[in-house]
């Protein structure tokens, strides 16, 4: 069955670009998980967006009770295509079900409640590991700009693979 929405669940809206430029480059309608409980009915097959957290797709769980999902997409710091398979695990998807992973960003600022103080804790303790860390990767020393200084990794080309597939299925 092919996609007839994208849904998605942000928390930082980086989640929320990625979606709306899918639906651009789709035509597909886009709802956030929220407005999709009114207006997209059950049962319909959808591509879902969520923010990570902890290797959890949030919304994931909920969005799948009520919608076929046709394709997952995690959006998070690290690298487009990356952690796939701990994505995978984590979030007890379907071996069939495609995943894709996405590099958004990292804002404190956009950031509420327990997720700023999370990710406060997190930024110190992670970005202090990769800092003393002799021996890092590029993808590393990615990770500890963007753990230091924030920023945004949203780009287009970062939706390569998602459209690839979509336009397959077509």
Same mark, same amino acid.
């Given at each position: 069955m092919n996609p007839n929405a994208i849904v998605y669940t942000s928390n930082t809206g980086y989640t929320r670009q990625y979606a709306t430029l899918l639906g651009e480059k789709t035509g597909l309608p886009v709802y956030s998980l929220e407005e999709a409980a009114s207006r997209l009915p059950c049962g319909n097959c959808v591509i879902y967006l969520g923010w990570l957290m902890a290797g959890k797709v949030q919304g994931y769980a909920k969005a799948s009770k009520r919608y076929q999902i046709a394709a997952v997409c995690g959006? +998070?710091?690290g690298a487009t295509g990356t952690q796939m398979q701990d994505l995978r695990k984590a979030n007890a998807l379907p071996a069939a079900l495609p995943v894709f992973t996405l590099q +958004?960003?990292? /804002? @404190? /600022?956009?950031l509420h409640g327990i997720y700023k103080l999370m990710m406060t804790v997190m930024a110190k303790t992670a970005g202090k590991g990769l800092a003393d860390k002799a021996d890092r990767t590029p993808e590393e020393d990615a990770m500890l700009e963007l753990m230091l200084h924030g920023g945004s990794r949203f780009s287009v080309e970062n @939706?390569? /693979?998602v459209l690839d597939w979509y336009q397959m299925r077509r």
């Open positions: 959006v +998070g710091m +958004g960003g990292f /804002d @404190l /600022d956009r @939706l390569n /693979d």
